[in-house]
């Protein structure tokens, strides 16, 4: 498009000149160009340039000749630069209205001008410009004559007289406003005219030559477009467009040759124009639509046999101008498939919308015309001597004419030319292009346009028409650049011929590069594709298939051999590849080929690999099959495969016995390896070579097959990634045809589960670890449990004994609510620590061995064990709480020594231990018997619940402490005693042990059983309240046969108590037992302990087991501070435990009352008078027992 | 003229491809095959709005190159028939027609139980077939 002329690629715009007043030329200028519909000014300073530009050259109207062209070639620019659509004239308003020279010098000037412009038919307008103010010159009668005047020799309407006030700002802008309106309507009337000029000639036929009818209908175009009338415009384009395909028969003085080349010319033009109108228009269909016929016209065009290039070159130009068009109107564009019209009428598809398309075909088209103009060059070897003829040809006066320019003395003068020097002038031209980079520049644009279509396929078309282009420049690395982008959808769609070809240009630039590499990678992958026998037929029309030549079965066996023949052993001879001897494998320059599971290549060769079991022991073998497939066309002999796996003490090879053996590159690395012999290790196309061999490890954990070498010739080899035969991807490309296939294992179901990857086992350990506990934990004491290991079997070396407290519940040791109570607690069971192996760490000195013991957790590290021996240690266990645990405890140990990287062997073992209490500890406060003190406190009870106990001041109290076993376990108890816990206890209460007999030594307390001791407590002073003390009990389980063990003190603290002075106090007395009909006196002693008068009543209440006599019921009276006794002689009337008669007592003053205790108020009758022996030291001993 | 048909699978992979030309154009065809499933693409992934549009398997004329014109017919289970004609003007009717046939065969030849689906086809039979329907459509569209 850059290539046409500026006056054809932007739309005329109208023109006026400017005469006289030159200063005022530059505003009214600009502001006419900036006008929405711009308007171009010619701008003449003085009046004796208008008759030089508006001179017209005299035409014979009437000759009969026929034209030398259709279009001239600077017609439109003269009328777009040169000719005016009008003239504006500006006088002065001094000149006007001055003297009368001034006013006959501006006449004349005026007559000048008129004469000038009466040819052209160019109007006039007359602009009076103000020097002064406005008003002087309206009031100036004088003035008022002299336009009149001015209007009249200009024969202008007075409208178009015009003043012109550049002083005055506003003045100045009306001004303006008033000549941009008149020039325009004048200009557009001009144009009008001379388009209706031209359109009567047109349509009353005044033309004897189509030539004539074609440029006047483009004429006429020329004008309405010059008014913006567009669709007049379109309408005289395509009309002249008619026209001029009827003059492709017509002869005219023109050869042949050239006469086509000018009407190819001409339709260029007008196809532009038409285009351009209906793309600004938005008319995308129609523009499409239009370039369609177009296209179709062109073909239709009788083509040039002498010179093809020239109609190519010509075509490839109308796709690439209406590609640049279209893509410049692209914006409109926004939906393509509004426009493709759905129905039977469908005759334009998506991509006739798209720039790309046209583009893709301009290249075609330079394409074509490149390899024409080739041919046609190598017809004339002869070019040299035409040279200098065709020197001087240059475009002649009308579009699409050449001509040779002659030099005759000063005068140049045009001579037309033969079709043959014609022919040889464009032959030349030809020559001096280089289309292949044009070519290239067109692709990328289309390229580029399909790519942001997303249009991929489009996009490798063009792809590989660019490097089709570069390998025919031998830029061999573009070419494969571009080739490696392209192939890769191919290759995902298997498109097996495209791939080919793609593949076989990749190969080839990748000999001419020397790169050996890629050269073998794409020999190989094109013998490997699936062109089969049968299917060779198809692809017989192959000829342009490029350097791969055809897809045949023979093709990819030849190229197979000539790869081949690059990794065998002739390569040192000299005997490679023929054509490139540059291409060579040698000892420096191995190559080691890598195919993974996304390679293309994997149809060369593809390795699977499966274990037979997968698990297995550590030492014992198992079997693992190796299949390798290859779609090559042609057998391989492999040299050697080597199997390496994550471990590498399993790596082995496998050596083809007959090829290997006369090479002698065995290393001494490969030497330590384990070999196999195969007998004989070919490869046939798409037949699993299947190998199956033992294999055994003796490291725990995963046995994984990690590659393959496959060794062909002495410096070539093929890594693959180890597939397992469960999840093997199909091959590329092969997976499309029909083919038999196999499965990689004679096993099928090996086939369908094999995997490249086998778990071995952990060894057995060979070692006894024992945890034993003696029945339940007791809380409070060191439980110990010991642990046993013993080596049965092998040695145990760097052992490590880890041991762990689990709450059997899982919740941890100690729940997060108990943690803030407990918190200084700790924990509710606690691994105090390890005897046994605290020594051995210890004499093992400052070693890296470890020994760490928390609450919860202990890790040691226990000492060599030789096989047979054993090692033991105790573990000390101390219970807070009652709480099940759980002991683990697990040994890693290896069994070599110095052995850092073998397996650790691990044994586990778990012990649950519940945690007992073993003593409870209760107590009793008793008041004396048969006493009992009136506390005040018990008159009026409080209401809090936690009341303490009262007891009263000076007399002594009971307690007795008893400790009860609560598990299953005897134990010894050693002693109890009651700690006070402050200094001034002792003055404040005295507790001692009760008279009993002291029991020395410890007692065996069988489960359930109680051991009791009595403590006599009498508070001495009056403090509320009174601490007691703790309880101290101290125990120890009974050991059985074992040696003795320790002694834990079990502690708990005595309630507190209050000490209140009493204020009464009611005993009575009786004897300890009563005889049958033997009377005895019953005595209620009250001790009146306060300064105070007491009055109580009395009261007394009959039992039918005895006869009693005295007050049945009274009131008596205490003095302060003293006693009173109440005496009933009793008479027992039957024998047996008897309810003496009750007694109560109620004090007035304390509203308090008093009745004894049914316990209290027993006695036991005997039938007659019992006879102990020693009866009066009993007796006495039992009224001792009755009085405490 | 028929010059080619070919039948693309679902991953756009060719299944059968058939050049009836003496020329030298067959890698051509390819790629204009190749190609032409850019359109189909297209017309898929942006259905007209136009209702008959909808359920329709015949997709039309794909793209004009300077000498083919190619059609394309999509099944309901997105296997693709490509046809590239020679002809300028051909009947709509005569290409749906075509297809219609052409589906019909490609149905029988993969019914066959020893077909493989997703392979490519090698029957002869069907080989046979397309071309005397691509003969009867040269007569046809000729008449």
Not at chain 1, 521 to 541: N, Q
Request: charged letters at 20%.
């Amino acid at each position: 498009m850059e290539e046409y002329p500026d006056e054809l690629r932007n739309p005329p715009v109208a023109l006026i000149s400017l005469v006289g007043c030159p200063e005022h030329h530059p505003a009214i200028s600009s502001y006419l160009h900036s006008q929405q519909h711009p308007i171009n000014v010619l701008a003449l300073p003085d009046f004796s340039k208008v008759p030089v530009v508006l001179a017209k050259k005299v035409k014979d109207s009437g000759s009969e000749d026929p034209p030398g062209g259709i279009l001239k070639r600077d017609w439109l620019l003269k009328h777009r630069t040169k000719i005016p659509a009008l003239v504006a004239v500006l006088f002065s308003s001094l000149d006007v209205s001055g003297g009368p020279t001034q006013w006959l010098q501006v006449c004349s000037d005026l007559e000048n001008l008129k004469a000038a412009i009466r040819p052209r038919n160019v109007k006039l307008v007359v602009v009076v410009v103000l020097q002064s103010s406005s008003a002087e010159l309206h009031a100036d009668g004088n003035n008022e004559d002299r336009m009149i005047a001015l209007k009249k020799r200009a024969e202008v309407d007075s409208k178009y007289l015009l003043m012109y006030t550049p002083n005055d700002v506003s003045e100045l802008k009306q001004s303006l406003d008033r000549l941009g309106n008149v020039f325009s309507e004048l200009a557009s009337a001009h144009y009008r005219e001379e388009g209706r000029r031209i359109r009567t000639k047109v349509e009353k036929r005044g033309y004897n030559f189509p030539e004539l009818h074609m440029r006047y209908c483009f004429k006429v175009a020329i004008y309405a477009e010059f008014r913006r009338d567009w669709n007049e415009a379109l309408k005289f384009y395509e009309e002249a467009y008619r026209i001029l395909w009827q003059m492709v028969g017509t002869k005219t003085r023109l050869p042949p040759i050239q006469r086509i080349v000018e009407i190819n010319s001409v339709a260029e033009q007008l196809q532009f124009k038409i285009s351009t109108l209906l793309l600004h228009g938005g008319k995308v269909l129609d523009a499409v639509q239009w370039f369609c016929q177009h296209n179709v016209a062109c073909r239709r065009l009788v083509r040039v046999t002498e010179a093809p290039y020239l109609h190519w070159e010509w075509m490839s130009r109308q796709f690439l101008v209406f590609a640049e068009l279209l893509e410049t109107s692209s914006a409109t564009m926004q939906s393509i498939s509004s426009f493709v019209v759905g129905g039977t009428d469908r005759t334009l598809t998506e991509w006739e919308f798209r720039p790309a398309y046209y583009y893709q075909l301009a290249a075609t088209y330079l394409k074509k015309k490149q390899s024409s103009l080739e041919i046609s060059l190598s017809m004339t070897d002869n070019s040299s001597e035409a040279d200098s003829s065709i020197d001087s040809v240059v475009p002649s006066t009308y579009v699409g004419q050449f001509a040779r320019l002659l030099e005759q003395g000063d005068e140049l003068s045009m001579q037309p030319l033969s079709d043959e020097q014609y022919v040889q002038y464009t032959l030349a031209e030809g020559k001096r292009f280089q289309d292949s980079y044009e070519i290239i520049a067109l692709l990328k644009r289309a390229y580029e346009s399909y790519s942001s279509l997303k249009a991929q396929r489009m996009g490798s078309t063009c792809g590989l028409d660019i490097a089709k282009e570069y390998f025919f420049l031998n830029n061999y690395v573009n070419t494969k650049q571009v080739c490696d982008d392209i192939i890769t959808l191919y290759r995902q769609e298997g498109w097996v011929a495209l791939i080919w070809e793609v593949l076989g240009y990749l190969r080839e630039c990748s000999r001419k590069l020397g790169a050996v590499k890629s050269f073998i990678e794409y020999s190989l992958e094109m013998a490997a594709l699936p062109v089969l026998p049968d299917t060779s037929i198809t692809f017989l029309g192959f000829m342009e298939s490029g350097p791969a030549g055809l897809p045949s079965l023979q093709q990819r066996e030849h190229i197979q051999k000539e790869v081949m023949e690059l990794f065998g052993k002739d390569s040192r001879d000299g005997l490679s590849v023929e054509k490139s001897t540059d291409l060579r494998l040698t000892e420096e320059n191995p190559l080691n080929l890598e195919i993974d599971f996304v390679s293309p290549l994997r149809t060369v060769m593809l390795a699977s690999v499966a274990f037979h079991e997968q698990m297995i022991k550590p030492s014992v073998s198992t079997l693992i099959t190796l299949s390798l497939l290859s779609q090559l066309p042609l057998s391989i002999q492999i040299d050697k495969i080597d199997l390496q796996f994550n471990q590498p003490q399993c790596n082995f090879s496998i050596i083809n016995k007959e090829r290997y053996t006369s090479t002698t590159m065995i290393s001494s690395v490969q030497q330590s390896q384990r070999m196999e012999n195969a007998s004989s290790l070919v490869l046939t196309t798409n037949r699993w070579l299947r190998l199956t061999f033992e294999i055994k490890s003796e490291q725990s954990g995963k046995l994984e097959c990690v590659s393959i070498i496959v060794k062909l010739g002495p410096h070539f080899s093929i890594i693959c990634r180890a597939e397992r035969p469960a999840s093997m991807d199909d091959l590329p490309l092969w997976k499309f045809e029909d083919r038999v296939e196999t499965f990689p294992t004679k096993d099928p179901t090996l086939a369908l589960t094999g995997q490249k990857a086998t778990q071995i086992e952990e060894p057995e350990p060979l070692v006894d670890l024992a945890l034993v506990a003696t029945g339940p934990a007791l809380v409070g004491e060191s439980f110990i449990v010991p642990v046993t290991i013993s080596a049965k079997g092998h040695d145990v070396y760097s052992g490590e004994l880890k041991i762990n407290l689990v709450d059997v519940r899982g919740d941890g040791l100690f729940s997060p609510r108990e943690t803030e109570a407990s918190f200084l607690d700790g924990h509710h069971v606690e691994l105090l620590g390890i005897a046994g192996a605290e020594q051995e760490g210890k004499s093992q000195g400052s070693d890296s061995n470890i020994n760490r013991i928390q609450q919860s957790f202990g890790l040691v590290s226990i000492p060599n064990i030789k096989n047979g021996e054993t090692w033991s240690c105790e573990l000390e266990i101390k219970w807070h709480q009652p709480k099940p645990i759980m002991l683990f405890v697990s040994l890693g140990y290896s069994s070599q020594e110095k052995d850092s990287t073998s397996q650790k062997i691990n044994i586990h073992k778990s012990l649950q231990i519940e945690g007992k209490i073993a003593v409870t500890i209760n107590h009793r406060i008793m008041l004396p018997f048969r006493r009992d003190p009136l506390l005040l406190s018990m008159v009026k009870p409080f209401n809090d619940a936690d009341q303490l106990v009262s007891l009263p001041l000076g007399e002594s109290n009971v307690l007795i402490v008893s400790a009860s076993n609560c598990t299953e376990i005897p134990i010894w108890v050693e002693s109890l005693s009651i700690e006070t816990d402050f200094i001034s206890a002792s003055s404040s209460c005295c507790i001692k042990p009760g008279s009993g007999p002291e029991s020395t030594g410890s007692t065996l307390l069988v489960a359930e059983e109680e051991y009791k001791k009595v403590f006599t407590v009498k508070p001495e002073v009056d403090s509320a309240p009174l601490s007691l003390g703790i309880v101290c009990l101290r125990w120890r389980r009974d050991p059985g046969h074992h040696e003795p063990s320790t002694i834990v003190t079990t502690k708990h603290r005595l309630p507190h108590v209050n000490v209140e002075v009493p204020t009464l106090i009611v005993s009575s007395e009786c004897p300890p037992y009563a005889v049958l009909g033997d009377p005895f006196t019953y005595f209620v002693k009250i001790q009146n302990r306060t300064p105070l008068l007491q009055e109580l009543k009395v009261l007394l209440s009959d039992s039918q087991s005895f006869l009693m006599s005295g007050t049945h019921s009274g009131t008596v009276f205490v003095l302060p501070k003293s006693d009173h006794v109440l005496s009933y002689k009793v008479i027992p009337l039957s024998s047996g435990t008897q309810q003496l008669p009750k007694y109560s007592l109620t004090s007035s003053r304390y509203s308090a009352g008093f009745q004894p205790s049914s316990a209290a108020s027993t006695i036991f009758v005997f039938p007659s008078k019992p006879l102990f022996k020693g009866a009066n030291d009993r007796g006495k001993n039992l009224e001792s027992v009755a009085t405490i | 003229m028929i010059v080619c048909v070919a039948i693309v699978g679902h991953q756009n992979n060719p299944l059968y491809i058939q050049s009836f030309t003496d020329g030298d154009d067959a890698l051509k065809l390819h790629h204009v095959v190749h190609c032409s499933l850019d359109v189909v693409d297209e017309r898929v992934n942006n259905p007209k709005k136009s209702g008959p549009m909808l359920n329709e398997t015949y997709l039309g004329l794909l793209y004009p190159t300077e000498n083919y014109k190619v059609y394309g017919y999509l099944t309901n289970t997105k296997v693709k028939f490509i046809s590239v004609t020679t002809d300028l003007d051909v009947k709509d009717a005569d290409v749906r027609n075509f297809f219609r046939k052409f589906h019909a065969a490609y149905v029988d030849a993969v019914s066959n139980p020893f077909h493989v689906p997703g392979k490519k086809i090698t029957s002869k039979t069907f080989a046979e077939r397309i071309s005397t329907i691509v003969k009867a459509f040269g007569l046809s569209s000729a008449g």
